[in-house]
């Protein structure tokens, strides 16, 4: 299975010098910090890996069945961009040379699985160390060139892969992925489930974000309400959205992560999303993130049924007793397949079109025969500002 992901790969270099000017001193001091100075020591929970790297940097943990896959990004100007990933597989049995070049050659092969434009700067270069570093540019529908290299090593039965993009990259975040680098150590003693080395596909800006909002409710949570784009050529599923919350010197205050109601997204559709933070806004907090991940569509496309295949009539919206917003009418099962788990997906908008409010609800029966027709009616509890208008998606899973 393919999965879609923010990763991102990185172009090191370090030059010699000779020089015949005698005034330089034959003996000279090492540097008086190190490389990973103020830096903070991130390990995966699995324990597995460990690495330093900049107090302003993002993990991000990403779905993968075969290992693990982790993406670091930092804020530049106003965009949040994945620097770094790091890509572990156990693949069962210690490596022998052989089996790391064949592994290698599995993990960038030749011709890209997503069809995007690939091209080599120049030959894989085999280190000193048994690792390889393999630099080219690829060229991604949304973002355009970017330039990547890989690290790829054997540490025993793990497979590891380090990889950061340094297209633009200004001079201080050259020398934070440097020290980065090299810092990585992967714990052989231990075990994570065994798994294949797929492609290493990098989908990097295919997921986006539209309608986005901010606000809080009567009990207190601080919600992030937006719209998920799915801008790729291809469908994908488990959509995965984390929040983070920020104060005025890039410390992380908030995390908080939900899974997309909508199973899948096809390519140019979109959903709506809430990150709902418990426990508040923190007085110190300015800025918020919100990172999403996903796989290419396999298991839930396969019986996903979409909105084409649902006839919506829609009642006069009204507000009950209680104050809420009430939503209701009519659907029918208009494709050939009798279907189950239908849902009522609700995106509120206000007047600058951001997204307000969402709401999902599953309609009374349990199944619907092609033809077949059901009420709906979806109550709205929670609403961030003035509402103007709404849609409505209805989804449901094929028998």
């Given at each position: 299975m393919r999965w879609?992901?923010?990763?991102?790969?990185?172009?090191?270099t370090?030059?010699?010098c000779?020089s015949?000017?005698n005034?330089?001193?034959l003996v000279?001091v090492?540097?008086?910090?190190?490389?990973d100075?103020?830096?903070?020591?991130?390990?995966h929970?699995?324990g597995?890996?460990?690495?330093?790297?900049p107090?302003?940097?993002?993990?991000n943990d990403?779905?993968?069945?075969?290992?693990?896959r982790?993406?670091?990004?930092?804020?530049?100007g106003?965009?949040?961009?994945?620097?770094?990933?790091v890509?572990?597989?156990?693949?069962?049995?210690?490596?022998?040379?052989?089996?790391?070049?064949k592994?290698?050659?599995?993990?960038?092969?030749?011709d890209d699985?997503a069809?995007?434009?690939?091209?080599?700067i120049?030959p894989?270069?085999?280190?000193?160390?048994?690792?390889?570093?393999?630099?080219?540019?690829?060229?991604?529908p949304?973002?355009g060139?970017?330039?990547?290299?890989?690290?790829?090593?054997?540490?025993?039965?793990?497979f590891?892969?380090l990889?950061?993009d340094?297209?633009?990259?200004?001079?201080?975040t050259?020398?934070?992925?440097?020290?980065?680098?090299?810092?990585?150590?992967v714990?052989?003693?231990?075990l994570?489930?065994?798994g294949?080395v797929?492609?290493g596909?990098?989908?990097?800006g295919?997921?986006s974000?539209?309608?986005y909002y901010?606000?809080e409710?009567?009990?207190?949570g601080?919600?992030?309400?937006?719209?998920v784009?799915?801008?790729?050529?291809?469908?994908?599923e488990a959509?995965?959205?984390?929040?983070?919350?920020?104060?005025?010197?890039?410390?992380q205050?908030?995390?908080?992560?939900s899974?997309?109601?909508?199973?899948?997204?096809r390519?140019?559709?979109?959903a709506?999303?809430?990150?709902?933070f418990?426990?508040?806004?923190?007085?110190?907090?300015?800025?918020?993130?919100?990172?999403?991940?996903?796989r290419?569509?396999?298991?839930?496309?396969?019986?996903?049924?979409g909105?084409?295949?649902?006839?919506?009539?829609?009642?006069?919206?009204?507000?009950?007793e209680?104050?809420n917003?009430v939503?209701s009418?009519?659907?029918?099962?208009?494709?050939?397949r009798?279907?189950?788990?239908?849902?009522?997906?609700?995106?509120?908008?206000?007047?600058?079109?951001?997204?307000v409010?969402?709401?999902?609800q599953?309609?009374?029966?349990d199944?619907?025969l092609?033809?077949?027709v059901?009420?709906?009616?979806?109550?709205?509890?929670?609403?961030?500002?003035?509402?103007?208008?709404?849609?409505?998606?209805?989804?449901g899973?094929?028998e």
């Open positions: 879609v992901v923010f990763l991102a790969i990185l172009l090191l370090m030059t010699a000779n015949t000017d005034s330089e001193p000279q090492a540097t008086s910090s190190a490389p100075e103020g830096f903070v020591t991130y390990r929970q699995s597995v890996f460990s690495l330093r790297m107090r302003t940097w993002i993990p990403l779905p993968d069945e075969n290992g693990l982790v993406e670091f990004s930092q804020l530049e106003n965009q949040s961009v994945v620097r770094l990933t890509y572990i597989v156990n693949t069962g049995t210690p490596m022998t040379r052989d089996a790391f070049l592994t290698a050659n599995a993990y960038l092969p030749e699985p069809g995007y434009q690939w091209k080599a120049e894989p270069i085999d280190q000193a160390d048994g690792s390889r570093r393999v630099v080219g540019i690829r060229t991604y949304t973002i060139p970017r330039a990547l290299n890989i690290f790829m090593q054997p540490n025993g039965r793990y590891s892969v990889e950061a340094v297209t633009d990259a200004d001079p201080a050259l020398d934070s992925l440097r020290a980065v680098v090299n810092t990585l150590r714990d052989q003693e231990v994570i489930d065994q294949e797929v492609a596909l990098t989908y990097t295919n997921i974000f539209d309608g901010s606000w409710d009567p009990d207190g601080f919600n992030l309400t937006g719209i784009v799915n801008n790729q050529n291809t469908a994908i959509i995965r959205l984390t929040g983070y919350l920020f104060d005025a010197r890039g410390n205050l908030s995390e908080e992560t899974i997309l109601t909508q199973a899948v997204l390519p140019n559709e979109s709506p999303f809430r990150l709902r418990e426990g508040g806004r923190p007085t110190t907090a300015v800025r918020y993130e919100v990172h999403a991940a996903a290419i569509a396999d298991f839930a496309a396969q019986d996903f049924y909105q084409e295949n649902f006839t919506i009539e829609r009642n006069p919206v009204y507000y009950n209680a104050g917003l939503i009418g009519q659907l029918a099962n208009n494709g050939s009798l279907t189950k788990e239908v849902r009522i997906i609700v995106s509120v908008f206000n007047d600058q079109n951001q997204v409010a969402t709401q999902t599953f309609i009374n029966k199944t619907l092609p033809g077949e059901d009420s709906y009616e979806v109550v709205v509890y929670e609403i961030g500002g003035a509402p103007v208008r709404y849609d409505l998606t209805v989804v899973v094929a």
